[in-house]
């Protein structure tokens, strides 16, 4: 990097004519070094605030916060309503799963169609079940 700040630099001296041999080049020389600097330091700046402002926008987590939040899910830390909702959620994607297996062409369908079509099966079940003189049966 340095190098090629070196070459950046030399290259703008020499067309800009300030390889002329005078005492204004070590002036101009350093004078562009402090510039290169600046906008080093500028560019840094520029990127720090980019990175922050997308993960903001993108709801982005840095590798600390991600590994923090790991740990809190680990180790039990954090609202226990999130995690029992996050059971839940994950409990209930595993029965509609399963009644994906169950009813026909539960896979070509939607979530909503896939229970619909469950409560009907059941609903029918039921009514065979009456019909063939099993009585008491749960709601």
Partial sequence: MERSRYNSIA?????????????DNREASS????????IDALLSLVRKSWKIMMRKSYGLKTKKERLRSSLEKSSGVGSSSSCNSERKRQKTKKMVRALRGIVPGGNETNTVA?????????????VELQKSGIENLND
């Fill in 11 to 23: 290259y703008i001296q020499d067309n800009l004519g300030l390889n002329e041999g005078n005492n």
């Fill in 31 to 38: 004078t562009l070094k402090e510039d290169s600097d600046d």
């Fill in 114 to 126: 896939v229970l619909d079509e469950a409560v009907q099966y059941l609903k029918s079940l039921k």
